[in-house]
């Protein structure tokens, strides 16, 4: 992982909440290489004891905030409350989940009950 050019914007984000490092630096890489998001930042989430990433995807305006977690996580909703609180309270997140294979689903999470559209 030290070799790979993003670990050098990373490092300090990975030693700092190691549990969390490997997701990161999964979502990150797939991100910003495979689906070429831009203005990619790493944001502290102090109280899920992790970073996130914030950007935009290709040819869009939105800002964006993800969670990179693992599969093998126990979340609560207690814990996507301080993730949103800690975010200011954006419209919606999506949790990056991060299997053993490298995988990574992503979840669209919004606070409260929000009807599907049809």
């Known amino acids: 992982m030290e070799r790979h050019p993003s670990y050098q ?3 300090a984000s990975l030693s700092k909440y190691p549990k969390a490092a490997g997701a990161l630096f999964q979502t990150y890489n797939d991100l910003k290489l ?3 998001w831009s203005d990619l930042e790493v944001i502290e989430v102090p109280g899920c004891s992790r970073y996130a990433l914030r ?3 290709p040819n869009t305006d939105v800002v964006l905030n993800v969670v990179p977690c693992s599969l ?3 979340l609560s909703t207690d814990w996507i409350r301080t993730t949103f609180r800690e ?5 919606h997140v999506y949790l990056a989940i991060n299997t053993e294979d490298s995988s990574i689903v992503y979840y669209k999470i919004s606070p409260g009950i929000v009807k599907p559209p049809l």
Do not use: Y
């Open 55 to 57: 950007g935009r995807r």
């Open 34 to 36: 495979a689906q070429q």
């Open 9 to 11: 914007i990373l490092s």
């Open 87 to 91: 975010l200011n309270s954006p419209a």
């Open 72 to 74: 093998s996580e126990s």
